[in-house]
Nanobody, 116 residues
Framework: QAQIVESGGGLVQPGGSLRVSCVVS????????MSWYRQAPGKERELVAS????????EYADSVKGRFTISRDNVRNTVHLQMNSLKPEDTAVYLC?????????WGQGTQVTVSS
């Protein structure tokens, strides 16, 4: 059973930047596709970005392309999401997801609020 702990959320003004991170333990980290999802109140959970097990491929939602960057460190079992040019519509709980074959694990999420 994986343990996933997110950090780095908070309040930021529009146009600002924030980095959220998650640390994964108790699994062979470099087997896993890692993703960040987000869920805003009253909205469905949406995929924000994904990164392949060795970091050679990334994918982004159209709404964040050019603003967000996902990266991973397979030595520290960590995934980061660097978020720039933040907009109020980016406000949500950001959740880290690990997937390998049929195994899927979620973190508890970290709140990101973009407001002036």
């Amino acid at each position: 059973q994986a343990q996933i702990v997110e950090s780095g959320g908070g309040l930021v003004q529009p146009g600002g930047s924030l980095r959220v991170s998650c640390v994964v333990s108790r699994v062979v980290f470099n087997r896993y596709l890692m993703s960040w999802y987000r869920q805003a109140p009253g909205k469905e959970r949406e995929l924000v970005a994904s990164i392949s097990s060795f970091g050679d491929r990334t994918e982004y939602a159209d709404s964040v392309k050019g603003r967000f960057t996902i990266s991973r460190d397979n030595v520290r079992n960590t995934v980061h999401l660097q978020m720039n040019s933040l907009k109020p519509e980016d406000t949500a709980v950001y959740l880290c997801n690990a997937k390998w074959n049929l195994l899927v694990y979620w973190g508890q999420g970290t709140q990101v609020t973009v407001s002036s």
